[in-house]
Each structure stands twice: as structure tokens, then as C-alpha cells.
């Protein structure tokens, strides 16, 4: 294993540059239902802050149920990397699965209200034999071989039963992000239904295909890279916002890049995508792994250094498997959405869905960049 990584945080943003309030309601150009309230006035800030949470860094617990010496303390194993000798990557089932093997429900419907039966798969993929260490700590070896491993077992589950339709792999840390065992690890749900989200970006970037025969996701990602643009008053002739070129990425790698969506609903979200078009992220291959593994480890450093031990998420958003999604795969791009939770929605949020982000976009993507990072 590498030594972790050091990062400098970087000096908060110029107080002049703080002071240009933005207050506008930006569209989601993939799901317009997600829009996001840009409002960086003082009187917005802070919404309530989301606890951090004190990182346990200890190596190895001796109760823990996912260090190594404890593998009889959980479910049955279904995977481990390396395959044989000490493991440092770890499948296996859910203890407390939200979704079974049985079909004891079949769907049931009462007038508008329906249920789907809970068929499905959910499993705990032990991301590293290391108790408390952070992604960005990972080696870049070890992240690759945790990317290629959720490719793994993607693939074999969407094999092992022609009803899966997708498969949803994620990873939580920290009791608000939804991380109930400190030990780091992520999960991986398979289910028969597509998740909403999903099916939305889905059927918006078909429809953009459809119109302008261009992937929406790799539009948004030339826009990331070459985009210039002077907005001025119509009246007094003032520059009302000067876009930038390469104003939303946040780490560029060889085929892997990482931008500040302009309409983030998570004032430090960040999206992970890969540079040439691919719908599936079964089909990333191997020898794409390690750029994949680097970009998203420098990522994770510098929302790291900026927001040190804020509680996150990340998913994997690719191509459902369904025959609804056979045409799609010139119009969908697949990604990694990662999104810190730093603070808690507020009841304005929960009543309209309109998120409300209190950190320009652009602003936290300056601020991301500005990590200084040791080059490897
Ligand atoms: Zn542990
Ligand atoms: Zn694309
Ligand atoms: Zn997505």
C-alpha cells in the first residue's frame, strides 16, 4: 500500500469573489425535474451544517464483523480478491438484505397502489481489509481492483438471472450518508425494477439524441472543456457572468474526468465520467481501470482536504439492462455521482424538491482544484 496521500487545503476562495452573490435557478440539463436554487447570499449560508463524523482510523477492530480474523462473523462470502490468501476486497450477503431470494410476494395491486415484489440481490462488498481507511488513502492498484470487482460482480448477477434489470452499486460513509458499519465498504443492490433516477436520465438523453444526435453526457463534457461565454446586462452593458474554459473540472485524466455539475443539488457534487463514450460500465476495460482508479482517488483527496471527513455517497449510474434500454446505448454515458452530504435539507426543499446549493458551482470547483496535490 501507498503512504496516503498529503493535500494542502487551499486558502478560502478571495472575500471580493465571495461577495458576487449568485442567486438564480439552475436546470439540470439531463433531469430538469432536479433543478437546483443557486443562492450564495449571506443569509443563505450556512444551512444547518450535516455533522462530520470522526473518522475511525484504527487498521483492525477485534469486533468488528468485516476485519479480517472475523470472516465467520457475517453471511456467507461470495467473492474475495485476491482470490486465494489473505483477502483485500471481500463479497458477501447482506445481513440485513431490503431485498430476498424468495418470492413469498408477488406483486399485488390495489387501485393506484401497487407493490413490486422484493426480488432481488444485496450485497456487501468489504472494500478494503484496512478498518478506517478513506478512499483516498486507497492505493491506486487497490481501487482498481475494487472497480474491477464491482464490474465482476455486476456482470455475473445480471447473468445469473435474466429478471434483474439493474444493478445498483453504491457506497455510504457516515451515519447521515446512510453507513451503519464504520468498517469501509459499499454495496450493491440488484433488482428488478429500474431506479427512477435512472430511468429519467435514461429517457432525457434519448430524447436529446433524438433531436441533436449527439450524447448529452459527452456534450456536457466538451462544454466542461472548451466552454466560454460572456453573459452581459442588456441594459447597462455589465458583464453579468464570464463562464470560463474548463471553469468545471475538477481532475482530468487520461480517459476519466471529473466535473462540478452547473447545476449541482450538493454543494460539493461531483461527477466521474468516462472521457470517450460508453453507455455500460461493464464495458470499461481493463486497462482503463487504473486511470479510473486515479482520477477518482484525487477527487476523493480533494473533497477530502477541502471538507474533511464530510459523510458521502457515490453511485454507479449505467445502462439498465432492459429491452426498454436496447437503443440507448449511443445516448446514455454512464458516471459516478458523487455527492457529500454537508448539509440537511431544509423544509423548503423537502416540500418543493427544489434543492437549494449555497456554494456557486464554479466557485466549488475553483476551490476542489485548488487542492495541491502530490503528482504520483
Ligand atoms: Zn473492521
Ligand atoms: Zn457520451
Ligand atoms: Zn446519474
Keep these: 500500500m501507498t503512504p496516503p496521500a498529503t493535500a494542502k487545503t487551499p486558502a478560502p476562495p478571495h472575500p471580493q469573489a465571495d ?34 463524523v470522526e473518522r475511525d482510523t484504527r487498521a483492525h477492530v477485534e469486533t468488528c464483523p468485516f476485519c479480517r480474523g ?12 485476491p482470490a486465494t490468501g489473505p483477502w483485500d476486497i471481500r463479497i458477501v450477503e447482506n445481513l440485513y438484505p431490503v431485498l430476498g431470494d424468495d418470492r413469498q ?31 483516498h488513502e486507497m492505493s491506486e492498484p487497490h481501487l482498481a481492483m475494487l ?14 438471472n435474466s429478471r434483474l434489470r439493474y444493478v445498483l452499486v453504491f457506497k455510504n460513509f457516515g451515519p447521515a450518508a446512510g453507513a451503519s458499519i464504520a468498517h469501509t465498504h459499499s454495496q450493491l443492490i440488484a433488482t428488478p425494477v429500474i ?27 466538451d462544454e466542461a472543456l472548451t466552454f466560454e461565454a460572456t453573459i452581459y446586462d442588456r441594459e447597462s452593458g455589465e458583464i453579468r457572468r464570464a463562464i470560463r474554459v474548463g471553469q468545471y473540472v475538477v481532475e482530468r485524466g487520461r480517459r476519466f474526468i471529473a466535473v462540478k455539475p452547473f447545476a449541482s443539488r450538493y454543494e460539493w457534487e461531483v461527477h466521474v465520467l468516462p472521457l470517450a463514450h460508453q453507455a455500460d460500465f461493464l464495458r470499461l476495460k ?9 482520477v477518482m482517488r484525487r477527487t476523493m483527496a480533494r473533497l477530502d482536504a477541502v471538507l474533511g471527513g464530510a459523510q458521502f455517497n457515490y453511485f454507479i449510474h449505467s445502462l439498465p439492462h432492459d429491452v426498454n434500454c436496447e437503443d ?6 454512464w458516471h459516478i455521482e458523487i455527492t457529500p452530504r454537508t448539509s440537511i435539507p431544509t423544509g423548503f426543499e423537502l416540500g418543493s424538491g427544489l434543492f437549494v446549493n449555497t456554494v456557486a458551482p464554479e466557485a466549488a470547483a475553483e476551490r476542489l482544484r485548488a487542492v495541491e496535490l502530490p503528482e504520483n
Design 286 to 294: 481493463d486497462d482503463d481501470l487504473a486511470d479510473l482508479a486515479r
Design 147 to 160: 472497480f474491477g470487482a464491482y464490474r465482476a460482480r455486476m456482470r455475473q448477477l445480471y447473468d445469473s
Design 328 to 333: 440507448c446505448d449511443a445516448s446514455y454515458h
Design 19 to 52: 461577495e458576487k452573490a449568485v442567486r438564480e435557478i439552475r436546470i439540470n440539463p439531463i433531469v430538469p425535474s432536479e433543478s437546483v436554487l443557486v443562492a450564495t447570499a449571506r443569509g443563505m449560508r450556512p444551512k444547518k451544517a450535516e455533522a462530520k
Design 70 to 81: 472475523n470472516e465467520s462473523m457475517t453471511p456467507p462470502q461470495i467473492a474475495t480478491y
Design 195 to 221: 431506479p427512477d433516477n435512472v430511468q429519467t436520465e435514461v429517457a432525457n438523453s434519448r430524447q436529446f439524441y433524438l433531436k441533436q444526435h449527439r450524447c448529452i453526457f459527452c456534450s456536457l463534457i
Design 105 to 135: 410476494n408477488p406483486n399485488l395491486s390495489f387501485g393506484l397502489q401497487q407493490t413490486i415484489d422484493g426480488y432481488g440481490r444485496h450485497e456487501v462488498i468489504i472494500d478494503h481489509a484496512s478498518h478506517g481507511i478513506a478512499v
